[in-house]
C-alpha cells in the first residue's frame, strides 16, 4: 500500500493532536488498548476524554498537554496510507518542527477559530518553513468552529487573512485547500458536517486522499546517486541511494567532487541483482576499477549531465541560532566547514517580506552567499532536494536550515 507522509503543523494548542486523536479513532486505526488508557489519563487530569492523549506518547506531555516531539500515526483510508506526523508548535521547539515537517509531501496547517486564537506568527512561520522544505500542496484546517457557533464569516476571515501570505511564500493557489473542522468534537473529519452546510468542500480525510493522489510521483532527472561508502573494497562495491533518474548496468559514470570515472558492472537492489534501478531505491553497485574516493557524501551522476562543483552558493536560511564566523555544514551526511556567509538581505518570515539586514536574526530568513571550505557537487534546491540543502550549525548547536537558489 501506498504511504503519504503529511506533516501536521500549527500554533501551540491549536488542536493538532486532537485532530489525529480523533482521526484514529474514527477511522478505527487506534486500538481500544490506546484508546482506554487515554481514557484513564483523562479522569487523572479530572478532565473530559481528550482523544489527543492517544498520540502524545509521554506521560509528561499528556499531564502538560502539550507535544514536546515529532509523533507518528497511521491512518489507511481506500488504497492508500498516510503516515502523519505531528509537529510541537511551541516557538522554542522550532528545530523538532522542522525534523518533522522536513519528511512532509503534504502539509495539513492547524488555525483556532477561536476569536483570541486565529492566525499567529508561528501558524505563518510554519507554513513559510513548510514551503522552504519544498512541500507543494497544503490543506488549512481551520479548527474548533464549535467554539464559534459554526460561523461561516469566522471561516471566510481567516481564508482572507492567509490567502495572500500563502502566495507570497511560494505556494500555487491551486494546491491550497480550507476545511472547516472541529477535531474535538470530529466534525468535517471523515463524514461531512450538517452543522456546516453552508460549507461544499470534502470532508478532510477526503481532502487529504485527493491530494495525495496528486503528490509525489518518481523523480525524473538526470542520475544523482548519494553515496553512502565503500561496501566491499575487494570487489569494488559501492552503496549509495539514487535520487534522481535511473541506473543501468552498463552505465558509465563519474563520482564527484573526486571525478573518477567507472562503469557500473553490477546492480544489487535487495539483495538481487538487477539490470536497472530508479530513484528512491538503495543500491549496491560494482564497480569496474578501483576508486579511491567513493566517500559518504560524494555524488554519482552520468558523464555529461553532472551537477554543478563548486566552492560558493547563493542560499535562503531559515535561522535558529545566531552565529558568527564558527559555522559548520552538514551536507548529504558529511560535515564541512563554512569559510563565510554574506547576508544579502533579511526575510520576515511572519509577512514573506524582505528586510534590511547585516547578521542573521532568530526566527527569520536570510538570503546570502555561502562560501564552502571545499568544493561540493550541488543543484538548486528546486531541481534536486537533496543537492540542495545543508544544515548549519554554530558551536556544535543547530543554527538553521538552507536551500540553494
Known amino acids: 500500500m501506498l504511504v503519504r507522509t503529511i506533516a501536521l503543523l500549527g500554533h501551540k494548542d491549536h488542536g493538532k493532536s486532537t485532530l489525529i486523536g480523533n482521526m484514529l479513532i474514527q477511522t478505527g486505526s487506534a486500538t481500544q488498548v490506546r484508546i482506554n488508557e487515554a481514557k484513564v489519563y483523562s479522569e487523572k487530569m479530572h478532565k473530559p476524554f481528550e482523544p489527543a492523549f492517544i498520540l502524545d506518547s509521554f506521560a509528561e506531555e499528556r499531564e502538560q498537554e502539550m507535544t514536546y516531539d515529532t509523533t507518528r500515526a497511521e491512518i489507511k483510508h481506500k488504497d492508500l496510507a498516510f503516515a502523519f506526523i505531528d509537529v510541537p508548535g511551541h516557538e522554542e521547539l522550532i528545530k523538532n518542527m522542522i525534523s518533522g515537517a522536513s519528511y512532509g509531501e503534504i502539509a495539513i496547517l492547524l488555525v483556532s477559530a477561536k476569536g483570541d486564537e486565529g492566525v499567529r506568527d508561528q501558524t505563518r512561520r510554519h507554513l513559510f518553513i513548510s514551503r522552504m522544505l519544498g512541500i507543494e500542496r497544503l490543506i488549512v484546517a481551520v479548527n474548533k468552529m464549535d467554539t464559534i457557533q459554526y460561523d461561516e464569516g469566522r471561516f471566510e476571515e481567516i481564508k482572507s487573512s492567509l490567502g495572500g501570505f500563502i502566495g507570497k511564500i511560494g505556494f500555487n493557489p491551486k494546491n491550497v485547500c480550507f476545511v472547516p ?59 549509495g541511494r539514487i535520487v534522481s533518474g535511473r541506473l543501468a548496468a552498463g552505465n558509465r559514470i563519474v563520482i564527484m567532487p573526486c571525478m573518477d570515472n567507472a562503469v557500473a558492472r553490477e546492480i544489487i537492489v535487495k539483495g538481487k541483482r538487477v539490470r536497472n534501478a530508479n530513484a528512491g531505491e538503495n543500491v549496491a553497485i560494482r564497480l569496474d576499477r578501483k576508486v579511491k574516493h567513493a566517500l559518504r557524501g560524494a555524488v554519482i551522476s552520468g558523464l555529461s549531465d553532472r551537477p554543478l562543483l563548486t566552492d560558493t552558493v547563493n542560499a535562503r536560511i531559515f535561522v535558529t541560532k545566531r552565529f558568527g564566523k564558527d559555522v559548520q555544514i552538514k551536507f548529504n551526511g558529511i560535515d564541512i566547514r563554512c569559510s563565510g556567509i554574506k547576508v544579502l538581505n533579511g526575510i520576515d518570515t511572519t509577512t514573506g517580506e524582505k528586510i534590511k539586514a547585516t547578521k542573521p536574526e532568530i526566527l527569520n530568513a536570510i538570503d546570502a552567499q555561502v562560501r564552502f571550505e571545499r568544493r561540493l557537487p550541488v543543484e538548486r534546491f528546486e531541481e534536486t532536494k537533496e543537492l540542495g540543502r545543508f544544515v548549519l550549525y554554530s558551536k556544535k548547536d543547530f543554527a538553521g536550515i538552507g536551500t540553494i537558489k
Open 181 to 239: 473542522i472541529s477535531a474535538y468534537n470530529g466534525e468535517n473529519l471523515v463524514k461531512r458536517s450538517k452543522k456546516m452546510g453552508w460549507y461544499g468542500g470534502d470532508a478532510l480525510i477526503d481532502a487529504i486522499y485527493k491530494n495525495a493522489k496528486r503528490a509525489g510521483g518518481r523523480k525524473r532527472g538526470p542520475l544523482r546517486i548519494i553515496v553512502q561508502g565503500v561496501l566491499d573494497q575487494a570487489s569494488n562495491m559501492i552503496g
